[in-house]
């Protein structure tokens, strides 16, 4: 944008269907494959359960120590680099996965460490980062956006590589699949434009003076600091830690059923495909309610919402442990995915509106890898659980105990004052 005030050439929604792209294929596709691949990796190789999901928690650990140096290369080199550098990764990772992975060990290589750096630098850091530099009053309605196209991807990539690996009668065939994804997200990458003011704009394509901040943020009902924390004064705050169990409210569940939802459903006796579609309608769901609820974000307080979201998960954790029928499961699905992807575009929403867009990447940067570390036991405590007990109860009790903690949390999450 130009200084006169129009919106007509305000690149931060070109910028928001770019990183919707990026997002889509790299993570909608690549990583959600996963769902359906895995399984397949696990029957064919003769794995027990346990032992191949070390390699979703050394991932999910590695992501932890992945993610500050993420965080420190948007901050130096910009998120167009970072990205674009992370799904290179991604791509020689899917070559390695379809050709050289016949054993745990190479499995466990593969996916937990090089995977693992991909998804990090080609992920939710430098594209929630760039979001946050572009859009202040929109906020959560542009990461709403951008981040429903994970679900839009991982929806189709379900059914897609399911087909893919009946098709060909070759897991090989899914990673094989995935190096295409991976490149069209590079493509849509090289456009990416870090800041407004690499352009000459201003965050939402207006130019505001301090004082008319000073008014907004008065007269807003939504709280938005217009200072910028350090990480060591936001380590100070109650609010901070909350917002970690609030992500991990909402990512546990989710390892959960990433990993183990397939077989947990196969073992109830369900087809390979009914329990795909279940995790399908779970990816639509999420891709469904992300932009809406980052619509509702920016007009009424994120942690009220976030109360919503846990009670629907509680409520559709139950029913796809108890499993009653695959109509329910559908619902079920759909019922998660949308509370998580709420989840999902609310937390950082909130990190953001309470310490900063500026000290966003540091601050996410932190949280990221507490919260992963913690819920990469997730996966493989499960499987462990799944080999000694013969099925997965306790790790549903479990995580929907869990759940319920997350949304009393809600209730006492406010946000912080600097003292002084």
Same mark, same amino acid.
């Given at each position: 944008?130009?200084?006169?005030?129009? @919106?007509?050439?305000?690149?931060?929604?070109?910028?928001?269907?770019?990183?919707?792209?990026?997002?889509?294929?790299? !993570?909608?596709?690549? %990583?959600?494959?996963?769902?359906?691949?895995?399984?397949?990796?696990?029957?064919?190789?003769?794995?027990? +359960?346990?032992?191949?999901?070390?390699?979703?928690?050394?991932?999910?650990?590695? %992501?932890?120590?992945?993610?500050?140096?993420?965080?420190?290369?948007?901050?130096?080199?910009? *998120?167009?680099?970072?990205?674009?550098?992370?799904?290179?990764?991604?791509? !020689?990772?899917?070559?390695?996965?379809?050709?050289?992975?016949?054993?745990?060990?190479?499995?466990?290589?593969?996916?937990?460490?090089? &995977?693992?750096?991909?998804?990090?630098?080609?992920?939710?850091?430098?594209?929630?980062?760039?979001?946050?530099?572009?859009?202040?009053?929109?906020?959560?309605?542009?990461?709403?956006?951008?981040?429903? /196209?994970?679900?839009?991807?991982?929806?189709? *990539?379900?059914?897609?590589?399911?087909?893919?690996?009946?098709?060909?009668?070759?897991?090989? *065939?899914?990673?094989? $699949?995935?190096? /295409?994804?991976? #490149?069209?997200?590079?493509?849509?990458?090289?456009?990416?434009?870090?800041?407004?003011?690499?352009?000459?704009?201003?965050?939402?394509? !207006?130019?505001?003076?301090?004082? $008319?901040?000073?008014?907004?943020?008065?007269?807003?009902?939504?709280?938005?600091?217009?200072?910028?924390?350090?990480?060591?004064?936001?380590?100070?705050?109650? *609010?901070?830690?909350?917002?970690? #169990?609030?992500?991990?409210?909402?990512?546990?569940?989710?390892?959960?059923?990433?990993?183990?939802?397939?077989?947990?459903?196969?073992?109830?006796?369900?087809?390979?495909?009914?329990?795909? $579609? #279940?995790?399908?309608?779970?990816?639509?769901?999420?891709?469904?309610?992300?932009?809406?609820?980052?619509?509702?974000?920016?007009?009424?307080?994120? +942690?009220?919402?976030?109360?919503?979201?846990?009670?629907?998960?509680?409520?559709?954790?139950?029913?796809?442990?108890?499993?009653?029928?695959? $109509?329910?499961?559908?619902?079920?699905?759909? &019922?998660?995915?949308?509370?998580?992807?709420?989840?999902?575009?609310?937390?950082?929403?909130?990190?953001?509106?309470?310490?900063? /867009?500026?000290?966003?990447?540091?601050?996410?940067?932190?949280?990221?890898?507490? @919260?992963?570390?913690?819920?990469?036991?997730?996966?493989?405590?499960?499987?462990?659980?799944?080999? !000694? =007990?013969?099925?997965?109860?306790?790790?549903?009790?479990?995580?929907?105990?869990? =759940?319920?903690?997350?949304?009393?949390?809600?209730?006492? =999450?406010?946000?912080?004052?600097?003292?002084?």
């Amino acid at each position: 944008m130009n200084n006169t005030g129009t @919106q007509q050439s305000f690149f931060g929604w070109k910028n928001a269907g770019l990183l919707f792209g990026v997002y889509m294929f790299a !993570i909608g596709f690549v %990583y959600y494959g996963f769902n359906v691949i895995f399984p397949e990796m696990v029957n064919d190789m003769g794995w027990k +359960r346990g032992d191949a999901s070390w390699a979703q928690t050394i991932h999910g650990l590695l %992501y932890g120590v992945f993610v500050p140096l993420a965080a420190i290369s948007t901050n130096k080199y910009g *998120a167009r680099i970072t990205i674009i550098t992370g799904i290179v990764v991604l791509v !020689i990772g899917c070559i390695l996965l379809a050709t050289v992975t016949t054993s745990i060990a190479t499995w466990i290589i593969i996916w937990g460490v090089v &995977m693992s750096f991909g998804f990090t630098f080609g992920g939710v850091i430098p594209i929630q980062t760039t979001i946050t530099h572009w859009f202040e009053h929109r906020r959560a309605t542009a990461i709403g956006l951008v981040m429903s /196209a994970a679900g839009v991807g991982g929806f189709i *990539a379900q059914p897609l590589f399911t087909w893919i690996i009946q098709a060909f009668d070759s897991w090989q *065939a899914g990673w094989l $699949s995935a190096i /295409a994804f991976a #490149v069209t997200a590079i493509v849509l990458a090289a456009f990416i434009v870090n800041k407004p003011s690499d352009r000459g704009e201003h965050p939402d394509g !207006i130019v505001h003076s301090e004082e $008319s901040k000073k008014e907004q943020h008065a007269n807003s009902k939504i709280y938005k600091t217009l200072e910028n924390w350090t990480l060591k004064e936001a380590l100070r705050t109650p *609010a901070l830690w909350l917002l970690i #169990v609030l992500f991990l409210g909402g990512v546990m569940p989710l390892y959960l059923l990433v990993v183990h939802g397939v077989l947990h459903l196969t073992d109830l006796k369900f087809e390979s495909m009914e329990a795909a $579609s #279940v995790l399908s309608f779970m990816l639509a769901g999420s891709a469904c309610a992300r932009f809406p609820v980052g619509w509702l974000g920016d007009r009424l307080e994120p +942690r009220l919402i976030m109360f919503t979201l846990f009670t629907i998960s509680v409520i559709a954790l139950a029913i796809i442990w108890q499993a009653p029928n695959i $109509s329910l499961l559908v619902l079920a699905g759909a &019922m998660f995915g949308a509370a998580y992807g709420g989840t999902l575009v609310m937390v950082p929403t909130m990190i953001a509106n309470y310490f900063g /867009a500026g000290s966003f990447a540091s601050i996410n940067g932190f949280v990221f890898p507490v @919260q992963i570390v913690i819920a990469s036991m997730v996966p493989v405590g499960s499987g462990y659980l799944a080999d !000694i =007990t013969g099925n997965y109860d306790l790790a549903f009790m479990g995580l929907i105990g869990f =759940t319920a903690l997350a949304a009393a949390c809600t209730l006492i =999450t406010r946000p912080p004052v600097k003292p002084g």
